[in-house]
Nanobody
Framework: QVQLVESGGGLVQPGGSLRLSCAAS????????MGWYRQTPGKQRELVAR???????NYADSVKARFTISRDNAKNTVYLQMNSLEPEDTAVYYC?????????????????WGQGTLLTVSS
């Protein structure tokens, strides 16, 4: 199995910065894409940013030029640097990754989610 553990959420004032981290663990053979999603009560989970194993990125229009996604392939870790935070960024942020892992018998594809970390942007 594959586990994703996020860290870095908290309370930030508008205009502030914060960095989220997400580490993947388990019998991982390879990770294709890693990404960050967010969700607020009553709304669907939405993509914030995504990065492929080759480093290609895509962002939601609402966070372009403010957020930067990066990854450390050696550590199976993805980061989200968030700058110029706005109250509208308040949400639970979830990490996602897909790839291949070893079940002990054979290789299987996975698509895993973290437990979520809360970001609150408020004065």
């Amino acid at each position: 199995q594959v586990q994703l553990v996020e860290s870095g959420g908290g309370l930030v004032q508008p205009g502030g910065s914060l960095r989220l981290s997400c580490a993947a663990s388990g019998s991982i053979f390879s990770i294709n894409a890693m990404g960050w999603y967010r969700q607020t009560p009553g709304k669907q989970r939405e993509l914030v940013a995504r990065i492929t194993s080759g480093g290609s990125t895509n962002y939601a229009d609402s966070v372009k030029a403010r957020f930067t996604i990066s990854r450390d392939n050696a550590k199976n870790t993805v980061y989200l640097q968030m700058n110029s935070l706005e109250p509208e960024d308040t949400a639970v942020y979830y990490c996602n990754a897909d790839g291949t892992y070893n079940t002990g018998i054979r290789w299987k594809l996975f698509n895993a989610w973290g437990q979520g970390t809360l970001l609150t942007v408020s004065s």
